[in-house]
Each structure stands twice: as C-alpha cells, then as structure tokens.
C-alpha cells in the first residue's frame, strides 16, 4: 500500500469513530458505539462488554470459477507467506467498427495498449507527464517474459448443460488455450522490453511517426500501460486477407478470430504481476488504403486509416500457483471443532476462513428473559482479527477483509445498512461495517476489525438463523457478487459452493491469529467475539 494509501487509511479511521460518536449522540438508549471508544472491560456511561463463542478455521477454495470478471491479474508474483502464483489471460476482441470498407488495405504498424492503474504526478511545459503506478504487487522493478499468442479456443458464453445455462471456466483450464493456441509470437518486435524482458514501466508512452530526414514527431501520449508492438503480417492476412463476411458483425468475428492469449514465464527467483481492466485495452491497426470517390470506387490516393479492436467480451485469468509448505499444511489440517491458531486467508486460488458464532450460553444472557421479558440492548458487537506480524514478514497486506454469510452467499446485514461512502477513494465505502487493516506506529499491519452489531441483533431478537460466516480478503468492498467453485465442499453442515468475485481477484493474502489457544498465540491477540451492551433503563 502507498504512503497516500495509509494517510488516507487513517483519516477513515478517524472518520469512522466520529460517524460513531454522532450515532450514539442520535439515539442514546439504543446506540452503536465503537469498541474503540470503550476502555477494556470496566463500565462506561452504562455500557458493558461480553465476550461470545467464536471458533474459526480456514480451507482452501481449490480452482475458482475466474471468467469474465471485472479486473484481473497478470504476471508473477512471489508473496513469503503463501507462496508463487503465475497469472495469464485470455481474451476475445471485438471490432470497434463492423463491417468495414475495405480495398487493397496495407498494415503499416499495430499496437496494443493496455492501460495500467495510474496516478498523473505532472506534466511539464513540453507536455510530458509524470505517473506513478497503482496496483503493482511484488518487485515493480523485476523483468518477466511475457508472450502473447492468437487464441484458437473459442470462449463460449453460455453452458446448455448447467444449471443456469451460464458457461463458466476455472483458474486451472489453462490447458485448453495452451493446446488451441497459435503457433506465431505475436509480440515479435526486437525490443526486449516488449516481450522476453518486460516489465510494468510507470513512463509515459509516445506513439511517433517518422516524418523522414530524420525528423520524428509525437503524434500521441498515453498514461502508461502495456503496449507492444505486435506482428503486422499476421494481421494483414487475418484482417484482410480473411474469408468473405468474416468481419461483417461480432458474433462472426470472435469465431473467427478467437482473440489473445497473454502467456507469462518467469525469469530469475524475481516477479511482478498487476491488477489490470482488461476491458480497457484495445488493438489499433494502422493502414493505408485507397481513397474511393462518390461511387465508392478507388482513385489513385491513399489514404491513413486505424482500425480499433476492443479487448471485450469473454475471457479467463489462470493461476499457476506453487504454493508454500506452511500455507498449505495450514489448510490441509483446519479443525472445524476447537478451530485454528492461525487462519490464512488468502484471494484467487486460495483460502477462506469459516466462523462459527453464538453457542447456546450466549443466547441465554442476550435473549429477553421469559419472564420479565427484559434484554440487554447491544450496542455494538464486532469480530476484531489480529495480524500474525513475523508470519507476514515481507508481504503485501490486503487494505481490507469482507465478512459474509456463507449459506446464502451474500453480505451480513451491517453492509447493506452502512450506506457511508469516501469520494476520494471507493475502496473505503461501507467504513463503518469496517474490515479495513489497522496500523501500528511502525506502519506495520496490526489488526482488522468487522462490525456485525445488526446481525447478532437479529439473531437474538428477530430469531434469524445462526449461519456460519466467510471471511475473504476483498479487492473491492463494492463487488458483492461470488464465483462458483470447481470442487464444493463443506463447513460443518453448510455447502461451499463459492467465493466472493472480490477474493478471487485479489493477489493478497493476510495470516491471522485464530480463535484457538497456543503456545505461539499472544491471548490478548485470540479472536473474540465482543458484545457491548447495556442493561434496560429502569
């Protein structure tokens, strides 16, 4: 995470206490306050605190469900606590324009661009801008060898066989394009840069023609991004040498043009990978062909032409994970029953983690009492997750983790109630639902806390059901949507049929502490559930 990132982090925190504060000012005899606010266990203006049953444990997804999602990965990344993931991506493109006019077309260049996540720094008196990068994990600055191949499998849309008629593909299907893909490097320029040793560069990118006698003009900026240079011959046959109403519409095209296979090699012990918008990528061909006159026929003029292919519609990301010793010894051996030291919980092709809330002796003291038909008003209840620091030594911290009902595959009830937004930045909407990372005064990882005030609510008052919940780290706290599963299994009683979209495009993994008692697990650090409350008013 950026400095600008945690200054940001901070002020969130801030904000969400002070958004707290007026809460409770609204409404006295049945407030929600911040746990935060409240000093350890003694009683403040009437509020006490009650520690509940909380077991947790953590499992692997195994291969998800990784087409068409909203952002994806690509590269290689080294993370010490989990291990090597190797991300590739597949794509249909899609003529901009249909059906073009087409006469005796000569390719002069073509490029692809695929725009990076970027902050514009400035920009100088010549017009040249300044960036840095956003969403680069692992070395920004190590080379790995990226080739990009003609895809021959055709990405279907839809499954006639499934359930829901919707085709879906997994991060381990990259055997299928690799068997179907092209046999001609694409990315075949004699610049290293663009192929056997490419690296995700912040500098701003000039597209120049030459104007002759040595003189060179810009003719175009860019804010960074991928961009290569790709083989003008083979699109000169497959654009323009192609069969009769090839290019007529779309659904012809990307039949017969299957689209690109990004494919990524490691170099060295070294990696980088990014979080791209593939949708935000294109194809520009630039051409020249005659000029026609009013009865469409060619004269002796050439004229420039671009034709744009759009990286739009269907597409898969892959995950070649080689996975740590500790990683996975802590998701082979998970113990559903006393739950685990340390939970790993881990985005992609990776891990979740299952909490299991509110035994019996936790309803007697929370539900109203048969009798009087007194209760406790909760306040705020929260789950506070701490991070194991030597565990994460040297690696990325997720910004934020998403708590969720596992059985009904959608948030708990404090999302949806939490409407708080943060124009600066979107990922911090919903802050005081929460699960943003704390920071220690080494501005080191130190703990994640999710508010579910409402949802213990309605499990105590409005007898909603008691499911176990998921705990995910989540790229955006915005995507709510889940990916399915190639293998589902179960947690106790529930069917695991999927993960959350968010997770599966997270790079990041957080090791935590669990809620079971170690030798190596710091007491103070345990997970807890934590009840605040305070007694009716007589």
């Known amino acids: 995470m950026t400095m600008k990132s945690r200054i940001l982090n901070k002020f969130i925190v801030a904000l969400s206490a002070v958004t707290l504060i007026t809460i409770v000012a609204c409404d006295y005899d049945y407030n929600e306050i911040g746990s935060d606010l ?7 203006n009437g509020i006490e605190k009650y520690t509940g049953h909380a077991i947790a444990y953590d499992k692997a997804t195994g291969p998800v469900q990784t087409n068409n999602m909203p952002l994806n990965t690509l590269g290689v990344y080294n993370n010490p606590a989990f291990g090597k993931t190797i991300s590739h991506f597949v794509s249909q493109v899609q003529l ?25 720094e400035d920009t100088d008196s ?4 300044t960036y840095t990068l956003d969403s680069i994990f692992g070395n920004a600055n190590a080379k790995i060898k990226l080739s990009v191949y003609e895809n021959g499998f055709y990405l279907r849309s839809s499954d006639p066989g499934s359930d829901d008629n919707v085709q879906k593909y997994y991060s381990n299907d990259r055997a299928m394009v690799e068997a179907n893909k092209g046999t001609v490097l694409l990315n075949n320029s004699t610049d290293v840069s663009e192929n056997a040793e490419f690296k995700f560069s912040a500098a701003e990118i000039d597209r120049k023609v030459d104007l002759g006698g040595g003189n060179v003009k810009t003719v175009e900026r860019k804010a960074p991004g991928i961009y290569l240079q790709l083989n003008k011959e083979f699109f ?16 012809v095209f990307t039949d017969y043009f299957r689209g690109l296979y990004f494919n990524v090699e490691q170099i060295g012990n070294d990696g980088a ?13 630039f051409y020249n062909d005659d000029e026609l006159d009013i009865d469409g026929e060619p004269t002796e003029d050439r004229i420039d032409k671009t034709m744009t292919l759009n990286l739009t519609g269907n597409t898969i990301n892959f995950f070649d994970n080689t996975y740590n010793d500790t990683f996975l010894n802590a998701i082979n051996t998970s113990d559903e029953v006393e739950g685990d030291e340390r ?4 985005g992609g092709e990776g891990s979740l983690a299952f909490i299991n809330i509110l035994d019996q002796a936790d309803l007697d003291f929370l539900k109203a009492d048969p009798v009087t038909g007194e209760r406790v008003l909760i306040n705020e209840a929260n789950l506070t997750f701490y991070i194991d620091k030597t565990a994460m030594t040297g690696s990325d911290e997720p910004l934020r983790l998403y708590l969720y009902d596992v059985k009904n595959r959608r948030p708990v009830y404090d999302y ?28 080191r990882g130190l703990k994640y806390k999710v508010r579910i005030t409402q949802h213990i609510n309605n ?16 790229e955006s706290i915005n995507q709510i949507s889940n990916a399915a599963l190639k293998t589902p299994f179960t947690s106790g009683t529930t069917d695991v049929k999927s993960a959350p979209v968010a997770s599966v495009i997270s790079t990041s993994g957080t090791v935590l502490y669990g809620s079971k008692s170690g030798t190596n697990v710091p007491e103070d650090k345990r997970l807890k559930l934590e009840i605040y409350y305070t007694k009716p008013t007589p």
């Open 343 to 346: 939970l790993y919980v881990k």
């Open 38 to 44: 409240v000093q350890g266990d003694i009683h403040h």
């Open 236 to 251: 000169q046959q497959k654009l323009f040498s192609a069969p009769a109403g090839s290019l007529v519409n779309n659904n």
């Open 416 to 443: 949806y109630i939490d409407q708080t937004t943060n124009a600066a930045n979107n990922k911090y909407n919903r802050y005081v639902y929460d699960g943003i990372i704390s920071y220690d005064e080494d501005d």
């Open 459 to 474: 499990i105590v008052n409005k007898d909603s059901t008691n499911f176990v919940l998921g705990l995910a780290v989540t």
């Open 96 to 120: 901009a324009s249909v059906n073009p006019t087409l006469s005796t077309p000569v390719i002069d260049t073509v490029y692809l661009y695929i725009p990076y996540f970027s902050d514009l």
């Open 273 to 285: 990978m990014a979080m791209l918008d593939f949708s935000q990528g294109k194809i520009e061909v």
């Open 126 to 129: 010549d017009g040249e801008s």
